[in-house]
């Protein structure tokens, strides 16, 4: 069965850096679109960054655009999210997602992703 796992959350104070990791088994989504989204409690869901099954493209929210960097590697079936000047705005469960088919996923909704991680704490101290 297809599954995601999060890992490199934790505490780190603002201004700090987290790079987080995204494991995926069960499927190799070496050709799909990749996102990561995040949610802080009492808080919807919302998209932080996806990348193109190549990398050619990037896509990231307008509250982190400039201090995240998604990238994947293909190989290892792995995706990646670094996170740098971090603000405690940022404190929320980090999830990895997949769409539930290959190719390009244009929309930045949770709905148009089939597959979810567990999620990993980043909390951001101030």
């Known amino acids: 069965q297809v599954q995601l796992v999060e890992s490199g959350g934790g505490l780190v104070q603002a201004g700090g850096s987290l790079r987080l990791s995204c494991a995926a088994s069960?499927?190799?989504?070496?050709?799909?679109?990749m996102g990561w989204f995040r949610q802080a409690p009492g808080k919807e869901r919302e998209f932080v960054a996806s990348i193109s099954w190549n990398a050619y493209s990037t896509d990231y929210a307008d509250s982190v655009k400039g201090r995240v960097t998604i990238s994947r590697d293909n190989a290892k079936n792995e995706v990646y999210l670094q996170m740098n000047s971090l603000k405690p705005e940022d404190t929320a469960v980090y999830y990895c997602a997949a769409p539930s088919r290959r190719g390009p996923t244009i929309s930045s909704l949770p709905a148009a992703f089939a597959y979810w991680g567990q999620g990993t704490q980043v909390t951001v101290s101030s």
């Open positions: 069960g499927r190799t989504f070496s050709t799909y679109t």
